[in-house]
């Protein structure tokens, strides 16, 4: 189906931030056909959603949640985002435990959210690679959610490990040991490449002096140390779990050790340095911050963190963690507002900063020609008026969700 909104204000949130006061944007073969002012000729075969006194907006993008892995509906049965029977599990996919029916995938929709980076949580220290999804699609099939996978590799420093593993009296019990089984899985993971790239060299010499005798045995495969290789190659970032300040700094110090690209998961007291976070270029996914103190390296939780790293230069991003069900995900850069972060800048927190930030600005984040249909209606603008309701999300030019 084809459709055309039409007479709504449109906030494009592109490089100009673009609003038109009443305009139509097209929408065919689940992508923005155009965008224009006023009223526009629109062809037979749209179906025509009249926006008038509504505001139009990108779909939400939540930049690292669980979804899909944590069904808290059933329980036990449901929590499939941490397989804590290793340190490192770098070769555990989120793919492989998402569930499309979770329901809080049905409440990300009403609460505008069309796409979300999830993966495992923060028990180990490697935890395994994230997915890209949307949060709709008219097939049951997982793969047909995806945007991008795996989009990264989660690590995690601070309480969580030395938590899972000290208490059994295992590496890691401290926040050295936590760093020291990073640094092993990452020098393990090289020397892993340098063994391969020893036999592809072997490989081709033989090959070009005919000496096919002598053509080495290839070496065993290594799924952990394939996955880790695809990280020091640059093929896909390091998702950085840290609340505390000194765990932040020691994210940054063996990020730049083994040359990762890298973002940061919560930076609960990123505040605290926020200046050294900017000098440094890395980007930090914030959030969720409306949880409690049910952890000493939570003492410093605020929503003020993603005013002082704006205003420091740190690109930001906004995200659930899961801990906020995603009906009500707007509340989150509300309260950051409602701490100084501009509407302006909190909007593109859960939109195009979060797009670019796990690598799929090319096709979300933005109301542009071009790009995928996210998008959703409200009654007013949902960061500046909490009680605004959406009338219907649109993913990928269907319509995932509508008000009845």
């Not at 224009?36 to 959603?49: D, F, K, L, M, T």
């Not at 995690?156 to 009296?169: C, F, I, M, S, W």
């Not at 911050?289 to 790293?309: A, D, Q, Y």
Request: hydrophobic content about 35%; aromatic content about 6%.
């Amino acid at each position: 189906m084809n459709y055309a909104i039409t007479n709504g204000k449109i906030y494009t949130v592109n490089k100009d931030a673009e609003i038109i006061e009443k305009g139509t944007i097209l929408i065919k073969d689940g992508k923005i056909e155009s965008i224009s002012e006023g009223e526009a000729n629109i062809p037979e075969g749209y179906e025509i959603i009249d926006a008038t006194g509504n505001h139009v907006l990108p779909g939400f993008i939540d930049s690292h949640t669980h979804q899909g892995l944590f069904d808290g509906s059933i329980g036990w049965a449901g929590f499939d985002g941490n397989e804590m029977t290793d340190p490192n599990t770098a070769h555990v996919r989120a793919l492989d435990a998402i569930n499309p029916e979770d329901p809080g995938l049905e409440e990300a929709r009403i609460g505008g959210v069309t796409t979300i980076q999830t993966g495992p949580g923060s028990g180990n220290v490697i935890g395994g690679t994230d997915t890209i999804i949307k949060t709709y699609c008219k097939s049951k099939i997982v793969d047909d959610l995806i945007v991008k996978t795996p989009s990264s590799m989660k690590a995690a420093l601070g309480e969580n490990p030395k938590r899972v593993y000290g208490t059994d009296k295992k590496l890691p019990s401290t926040r050295m040991g936590t760093a020291a089984v990073f640094r092993k899985a990452f020098v393990d993971a090289q020397n892993y490449g340098k063994k391969w790239d020893e036999y592809e060299s072997k490989k081709k010499q033989a090959e070009e002096k005919d000496e096919l005798d002598k053509i080495p045995s290839e070496p065993d495969r290594e799924l952990n140390k394939e996955m880790l290789l695809k990280v020091l190659n640059k093929e896909i970032p390091l998702n950085f779990h840290c609340h505390q300040a000194n765990d932040i700094v020691t994210a940054i110090r063996l990020a730049e050790e083994f040359n990762i690209d890298m973002m940061l998961v919560h930076a609960t007291e990123g505040h605290k340095i926020a200046d050294y976070i900017a000098k440094k270029g890395v980007p930090v996914s914030v959030g969720p911050s409306l949880v409690g103190f049910e952890k000493v390296e939570l003492r410093n939780i605020s929503f003020e963190t993603p005013r002082i790293l704006w205003k420091a230069g740190v690109k930001i991003s906004i995200q659930s963690d899961s801990f906020t069900r995603l009906k009500h995900f707007q509340i989150l850069p509300c309260m950051a507002i409602k701490e100084g972060l501009p509407v302006n800048e909190a909007l593109k927190a859960i939109t195009i900063n979060a797009a670019e930030m796990i690598g799929v600005s090319d096709r979300v984040g933005t109301l542009e020609a071009g790009k995928d249909a996210d998008i959703v209606i409200w009654t007013n603008h949902p960061l500046e008026d909490f009680y605004a309701e959406n009338k219907v999300t649109f993913i990928d030019g269907d319509i995932a969700y509508k008000k009845e």
